[in-house]
C-alpha cells in the first residue's frame, strides 16, 4: 500500500493510503482515523483495489472547515470518489465511517456496488445509550474501544513514546483536531436521522460486528439488519468496537466472503 | 476604579467526600445532592448578600450563567437581575452573562436583556460568553467546533437587532429569522456596555477590540497566574493602536477580608477550601473537549490546561495565599496585594469574589463590609488619568424609579401615565 493525493472539487486535498488490484473497495475509516498499521486494509489489497482516503481534519488531509455536517461528509465521500476516478465502487466503513458510507449510499443508491458496515455509528437506541467518547479521559479510550484493552492502548498510539513530552504533545494536539472534526457529525449523540433514509438503499450490505463491543453494543446490529432488508449479519469473536484491528483476519474473510 | 460585588451562588452542603465519591461537580453532578428546601433560603441569602452589597457602595452586583454545576446555581441570571432590578436602584447589574451560542433564537436574549435595561433604568452590563465546554457543549449540546462561529452569528443577531430600527431578516447559517424585531429595545443607547468574559481564548481578544468591548478574565486562579494572558492582551491592544484605558479589561478576584492575616485564615479557610477542592472539582474531558477551542489557543497554551487539574490537588490555605490564588487577610494587606494586582493587570474594574464556597451569611458580609469600609476607599482613585473615562459602564435614566422604596398600594389615584 502507499499514501497518494487527491483534490476534491470542493477543495479538500486527501491523503489516500491506496493498494492491490481487483473491483475497486472504498474505505472510510472511523473517528480515530487509520492507525499506524492497518493488516485489514493489506489483506483486503490481496484480492481488490483499495483506496482508504482520510478524512479532512485527520493526518496529512485538508479542507477541515469546508465540512460542517453530515450532507457535506457524504458528499465529500461521492467527490473522493469521483477524485480517485472510480466508478461503483464497493463500499466499506468502520465506525463514524460506516456511518458516513450508508448515507452515501442512501444518497445515491445507485452509484456503488455492495455495502459494508462494521460497527458503524450513526443509530441511537435510548435502552443502549452509547458512552460519551468526547467525555473519556485518554486511558478510558481504549478500555471502550477494544476487546482487549492492554493491546488495544499499544494499538491507538502506534508505538510512540508517550512520556515524551513534544511527543504527547503532537499526539494530542492531532488527536484534538480528528476528534474536533468527528463531533461534528457524532456529537453531543451520534445521530443524524440516517434511520429515516435507510429505506432507500438498493446494495447488499453486510453487518459485521465485534460480538465484544462495548461503545456501540452488538444490539445495534440487529437494529441495521431490521432497517436494512436482506442485510446479513457476521459477529466476529474477540473483538470489541475496534475489530479491523483486533481481528484483521476474521474482518477480511468476511468481506472477501461477501464481496466475492 | 469599579468594583462589582459577585456572587457565584455555590450550593453550600457538597458532602465532605464530595471529591473521593464523584468524579465531576460540573455535567454530571448527583442532582440528589440539591434540595429545593434549602434552596429556598440559599436563594434568598445569595440575593440579600448582593442587595447588602449595593448598601455599602459597590458600584455594581453581579451574577453568571452556568448550567449542571455544584458551584452555580444560575442557570438563567438573567432571573437573578431580575429579581435584583426590582430591589436595587443605584448599582450596575453586571450579568457576565448569556452564554448566546446555547440560545435558540438569540433574539431571546437581545429581548430579556433590553428587558432589564428598561426595568433598570439603564443599569445593565450585557455580558457575551462562548461559555464554558460544560455549560455550551456537554450541558447544551452545542458542537465544539461550531460553537465559536454560532456565537459570533448569535452576537451579530443581537446587536443588529438593538441597532435596528426597522424589522429586518436575518439568514444566517444556524439562525433563520424572518423578521427580527427587537421589542423591548435596551435604555441604553447604542446599547449596554458589553463584556466578553474570556477564559483564555486568545481569538477574544481580536473580537473585543473590534468592537470595542470590556475583556473580562475570569479565572478563580489569581493575578499571578493571570499575568500573562492580561500581558497579552495588552500587547494586543497596543499593537492595535488602540488607548490604553484600564476600562477595557475586568479581572475577577477571590478576596477575603478579616481584622488581621490569622483573623482571616481562621475564618474564611474551610470556605476557601470547599470552593477550591468541591467546587472546582471537575472530570478534566468535559472542560475540554476537541474542537471547542482553536489549534492557535491549544498551541498557545501548549499543554497547560492539561496540568490545571494538578494545580488544584492537595491545595492549602497558606499555598493560596502565597501563590495569590486568593488575596486574603488585613485590611492593609489586601489593599496592598490588590493595589499589585490592579495595577499588575492593568484593570479598571475588579469582580469582587468575596462570597466563598460554603461561607454563612455572616463572614460574607463581615468580609464584604470590611472591604467596603477599609479597602476599597483606598483603591478608588488607583487610575486618575482615566478618572473621567464611562465608556465601559452604564449610564442609566436620571429620573428613575426606586421600586424598593415603594410600597404596593400607594399610587395616587386618579394619575395618567407620563407624556
Known amino acids: 500500500?502507499?499514501?497518494?493525493?487527491?483534490?476534491?472539487?470542493?477543495?479538500?486535498?486527501?491523503?489516500?493510503?491506496?493498494?492491490?488490484?481487483?473491483?475497486?473497495?472504498?474505505?472510510f475509516h472511523g473517528a480515530g482515523g487509520l492507525l499506524r498499521d492497518n493488516p485489514f486494509l493489506d489483506g483486503l489489497a490481496q484480492r481488490y483495489h483499495v483506496y482508504a482516503p482520510e478524512w479532512p481534519g485527520y493526518g496529512d488531509s485538508t479542507g477541515d472547515e469546508l465540512l460542517e455536517d453530515m450532507l457535506d461528509f457524504a458528499l465529500h465521500g461521492w467527490d473522493l470518489v469521483d477524485a480517485l476516478g472510480l466508478s461503483r465502487p464497493h463500499l466499506a466503513g468502520h465506525s463514524m465511517g460506516g456511518m458516513i458510507a450508508a448515507e452515501m449510499a442512501c444518497l445515491a443508491p445507485r452509484d456503488l456496488g455492495k455495502l459494508a458496515l462494521a460497527s458503524p455509528a450513526g443509530l441511537w437506541m435510548d435502552e443502549h445509550p452509547i458512552p460519551d467518547i468526547f467525555a473519556l479521559l485518554p486511558y478510558q479510550l481504549a478500555d471502550v474501544l477494544f476487546h482487549d484493552p492492554e493491546r488495544g492502548q499499544a494499538l491507538l498510539t502506534g508505538g510512540a513514546d508517550l512520556s515524551d513530552m513534544e511527543a504527547l504533545k503532537e499526539f494530542y494536539?492531532?488527536?484534538?483536531?480528528?476528534?474536533?472534526?468527528?463531533?461534528?457529525?457524532?456529537?453531543?449523540?451520534?445521530?443524524?436521522?440516517?434511520?429515516?433514509?435507510?429505506?432507500?438503499?438498493?446494495?447488499?450490505?453486510?453487518?459485521?460486528?465485534?460480538?465484544?463491543?462495548?461503545?456501540?453494543?452488538?444490539?445495534?446490529?440487529?437494529?441495521?439488519?431490521?432497517?436494512?432488508?436482506?442485510?446479513?449479519?457476521?459477529?466476529?469473536?474477540?473483538?470489541?468496537?475496534?475489530?479491523?484491528?483486533?481481528?484483521?483476519?476474521?474482518?477480511?474473510?468476511?468481506?472477501?466472503?461477501?464481496?466475492? | 476604579m469599579k468594583f462589582t460585588w459577585f456572587n457565584l451562588m455555590p450550593w453550600p452542603y457538597l458532602p465532605d467526600d464530595f471529591r473521593e465519591k464523584h468524579r465531576s461537580v460540573w455535567v454530571d453532578i448527583p442532582n440528589t445532592l440539591y434540595d429545593p428546601r434549602r434552596g429556598h433560603h440559599v436563594y434568598h441569602t445569595y440575593l440579600d448578600q448582593l442587595e447588602y452589597?449595593?448598601?455599602?457602595?459597590?458600584?455594581?452586583?453581579?451574577?453568571?450563567?452556568h448550567h449542571q454545576n455544584g458551584y452555580g446555581l444560575m442557570p438563567s441570571p438573567n432571573l437573578i437581575a431580575a429579581t435584583l432590578s426590582r430591589r436595587t436602584s443605584r448599582a450596575a447589574l453586571c450579568v457576565i452573562g448569556n452564554s448566546i451560542a446555547g440560545y435558540n433564537p438569540p433574539i431571546r436574549v437581545a429581548e430579556e436583556f433590553a428587558m432589564l435595561d428598561v426595568i433598570s433604568g439603564g443599569r445593565l452590563i450585557a455580558g457575551f460568553p462562548v461559555g464554558t465546554s460544560m455549560d455550551t457543549n456537554f450541558c447544551y449540546g452545542q458542537i465544539p467546533a461550531l460553537t465559536r462561529e454560532k456565537?459570533?452569528?448569535?452576537?451579530?443577531?443581537?446587536?443588529?437587532?438593538?441597532?435596528?430600527?426597522?424589522?429586518?431578516?436575518?439568514?444566517?447559517?444556524?439562525?433563520?429569522?424572518?423578521?427580527?424585531?427587537c421589542w423591548p429595545k435596551p435604555l441604553q443607547r447604542p446599547h449596554p456596555p458589553i463584556y466578553i468574559p474570556g477564559g483564555g481564548s486568545i481569538e477574544t481578544w481580536d473580537f473585543c477590540l473590534d468592537h470595542d468591548y470590556n475583556y473580562s478574565y475570569l479565572s478563580f486562579f489569581g493575578y499571578l497566574r493571570g499575568k500573562s494572558l492580561l500581558d497579552g492582551y495588552w500587547d494586543?491592544?497596543?499593537?492595535?493602536?488602540?488607548?490604553?484605558?484600564?476600562?477595557?479589561?475586568?479581572f475577577a478576584q477571590i478576596?477575603?477580608?478579616?481584622?488581621?492575616?490569622?483573623?482571616?485564615?481562621?475564618?474564611?479557610?474551610?470556605?476557601?477550601?470547599?470552593?477550591?477542592?468541591?467546587?472546582?472539582?471537575?472530570?478534566?474531558?468535559?472542560?475540554?473537549?476537541?474542537?471547542?477551542?482553536?489549534?492557535?489557543t491549544i498551541k498557545f497554551g501548549a499543554l497547560a490546561q492539561l496540568m490545571r487539574q494538578k494545580v488544584l490537588e492537595n491545595l492549602t490555605w497558606k499555598q493560596l495565599v502565597d501563590e495569590r490564588f486568593i488575596?486574603?487577610?488585613?485590611?492593609?494587606?489586601?489593599?496592598q496585594q490588590l493595589e499589585e494586582c490592579i495595577k499588575g493587570l492593568r484593570i479598571g474594574h475588579l469582580f469582587c469574589l468575596l462570597h466563598n464556597g460554603n461561607m454563612p451569611d455572616w463572614k460574607t458580609r463581615h468580609s464584604t463590609k470590611l472591604f467596603a469600609e477599609k479597602v476599597m476607599p483606598h483603591l478608588r482613585d488607583v487610575w486618575p488619568e482615566?478618572?473621567?473615562?464611562?465608556?465601559?459602564?452604564?449610564?442609566?435614566?436620571?429620573?428613575?424609579?426606586?421600586?424598593?422604596?415603594?410600597?404596593?398600594g400607594a399610587e395616587t389615584s386618579g394619575a395618567e401615565w407620563a407624556r
Open chain 2, 236 to 250: 494586543r491592544v497596543a499593537k492595535r493602536g488602540k488607548d490604553e484605558s484600564p476600562y477595557r479589561a475586568a
Open chain 2, 53 to 65: 452589597a449595593e448598601t455599602l457602595g459597590f458600584d455594581g452586583i453581579g451574577c453568571n450563567e
Open chain 1, 1 to 27: 500500500m502507499k499514501w497518494t493525493v487527491v483534490d476534491t472539487r470542493k477543495g479538500t486535498r486527501c491523503r489516500v493510503l491506496e493498494g492491490g488490484s481487483g473491483a475497486p473497495v472504498v474505505f
Open chain 2, 151 to 181: 456565537y459570533r452569528e448569535a452576537h451579530d443577531m443581537i446587536m443588529k437587532a438593538w441597532a435596528s430600527d426597522e424589522p429586518f431578516a436575518f439568514d444566517g447559517k444556524y439562525n433563520q429569522l424572518r423578521w427580527v424585531n
Open chain 2, 386 to 408: 482615566w478618572k473621567h473615562d464611562e465608556r465601559w459602564w452604564v449610564h442609566p435614566m436620571d429620573d428613575r424609579l426606586r421600586p424598593e422604596e415603594r410600597r404596593p
Open chain 2, 255 to 296: 478576596i477575603c477580608v478579616a481584622d488581621t492575616d490569622a483573623e482571616a485564615e481562621r475564618l474564611y479557610a474551610e470556605h476557601v477550601l470547599y470552593f477550591f477542592n468541591r467546587c472546582l472539582h471537575i472530570f478534566p474531558p468535559f472542560a475540554d473537549p476537541p474542537g471547542y477551542r482553536t489549534m492557535a
Open chain 1, 173 to 260: 494536539l492531532a488527536s484534538q483536531r480528528r476528534l474536533a472534526m468527528a463531533g461534528k457529525i457524532l456529537f453531543p449523540i451520534p445521530n443524524r436521522r440516517l434511520a429515516k433514509r435507510l429505506y432507500r438503499l438498493r446494495a447488499e450490505t453486510l453487518i459485521v460486528w465485534g460480538a465484544g463491543d462495548r461503545l456501540i453494543v452488538p444490539a445495534y446490529a440487529a437494529r441495521w439488519a431490521a432497517a436494512i432488508p436482506g442485510a446479513r449479519v457476521e459477529p466476529i469473536e474477540g473483538a470489541g468496537h475496534m475489530l479491523p484491528y483486533e481481528q484483521p483476519e476474521a474482518f477480511t474473510r468476511a468481506l472477501v466472503g461477501f464481496l466475492g
Open chain 2, 327 to 335: 488575596i486574603a487577610g488585613s485590611p492593609e494587606t489586601v489593599r
